[in-house]
């Protein structure tokens, strides 16, 4: 490993390099894909939810094993895999003349995905020094902000310039430049010892990383802030639209600042993050999972105020929650690289990703139904009192068990 600079770590620089033509390349086709659905396939919204649910469904199942995988193999072979098979699945859509081979394709894209999320994350453990591993991990994820931000925007340029089929050969070429940069990668320099393999039960393979989780209270417990911001998110993104479009007359306007300024929030945490020093990472996280729940319970406050001030107020309100969102990830991404074992972090990252991946499907599931019994300002107030009432709980927790609120590596050994 390379010490200084991150940016001087030349494999560093491979890993982030290939990761955001990845991650550009997956938003530019979800965008494409999905602009394709409705203007070639005329898809109703029931079937874009399906979509939707097919291109995560597989990593809830997939990403467990695969993070084993990442701790036993090569993890450059594995990145190559993934990248590859998504150049060629890609391919594919193009002649997809149905809801149902367009499924097929999201769900072969989405089992490739699963191998690169562990797999990356273990290569930035090898590659970094530790003093390097904060600013390294914050960079990783302003990469995956940015990509989330100007990703469908690139997507949409394309779609307003080529012709669909020429849309998605772009996209795979993408790719195609992440596994040409990934070819300069060394191989790995640590993988699970001989006598562990040989000790560990094939069958346990996928629940590793979950007990792993399990044995750290400090990682169980940022888990749980984590994993409820994302649901909550995920719940209210689900219903975002409709709740604009019931208070306010200019939607598409507002909808547009909104998730612009919500996207600035994230990527300046993330950038901030990278050079400040964490004194409390379970602080970090509870105060993040608080101001998320105080940026909803301001979102319904614009909605009694008169509407050219709500244009501004808005987005303001939409901005601290990305911000706050953004503080509890990138500072639970962090934590779990900085108290992992680099043989270990595959299959962490792979247990973490299921979780994710089990939460979205949750929060865009259950968010139609309980909108549709309570209503969406009121499911979005519901939502703010519980993340509010969570980081009480978390911060009630800390101040009881302050000895287990410590990030020590010796908990995962």
């Known amino acids: 490993m390379e010490r200084g600079s991150v940016w001087k770590n030349k494999q560093y620089m491979n890993v982030v390099i290939a990761q955001t033509f990845s991650s550009f390349a997956d938003w530019m086709f979800l965008i ?19 979509l939707m649910l097919a291109f995560v469904i597989p990593q809830l199942f997939i990403s467990p094993f695969a993070g084993g995988l990442a701790d036993r193999f090569d993890r450059k072979y594995l990145l190559l895999l993934s990248e590859i098979g998504r150049a060629m699945v890609v391919l594919l859509t193009p002649i997809a003349s149905d809801i149902y081979f367009l499924a097929m394709i999201l769900l ?19 590659v970094l020094h530790p003093e390097q591993l904060q600013e390294g991990v914050a960079v990783s994820g302003m990469i995956d902000n940015a990509s989330k931000i100007f990703g469908p925007s690139l997507g949409g340029l394309l779609i307003a310039m080529l ?47 979950f007990q792993m989780i399990a044995s750290s209270p400090f990682i169980f417990v940022g888990m749980i802030a984590m994993a409820s911001g994302l649901f909550f998110i995920q719940l209210i993104d689900s219903q975002l639209v409709l709740f604009l479009d019931q208070s306010f007359r200019n939607t598409s306007q507002m909808l547009g600042f909104s998730m612009a300024a919500s996207g600035a929030g994230t990527l300046l945490i993330t950038a901030l993050l990278r050079k400040r020093a964490i004194r409390d990472y379970y602080a970090n996280m509870y105060h993040g999972v608080f101001v998320l729940g105080i940026s909803f319970f301001l979102a319904i406050l614009c909605t009694y105020i008169p509407e050219y001030l709500a244009l501004l107020i808005m987005p303001i309100c939409f901005f601290i929650g990305g911000f706050a969102i953004g503080l509890v990830l990138v500072t639970f991404q962090i934590t779990v690289q900085t108290s992992t074992p680099v043989d270990k972090i595959g299959r962490m990252f792979g247990a973490i990703s299921s979780v994710n991946s089990l939460v979205t499907i949750l929060g865009l599931t259950l968010g139609g139904v309980i909108a549709q019994i309570v209503g969406v300002s009121l499911t979005i107030l519901i939502t703010a009192i519980c993340l509010v009432i969570l980081a009480m709980a978390l911060k009630i927790y800390e101040m009881k068990n302050s000895h287990t609120t410590k990030p020590v590596m010796r908990r995962l050994n």
């Open 163 to 209: 012709h669909f089929s020429t849309l998605f050969y772009v996209v795979s070429v993408a790719y195609f430049l992440s596994v040409v940069v990934l070819l300069f990668l060394k191989k790995d320099q640590y993988s699970l010892s001989q006598t562990e393999q040989a000790t560990t039960k094939k069958s346990s393979i996928g629940l590793e990383g």
């Open 108 to 126: 072969l894209l989405s089992l490739f995905k699963s191998f690169f999320i562990p797999a990356k994350n273990g290569k930035l453990k090898e």
């Open 32 to 50: 494409c894909m999905l602009a394709m659905a409705a203007v070639e396939l005329r898809v109703s919204s029931i079937e874009i939810s399906i």
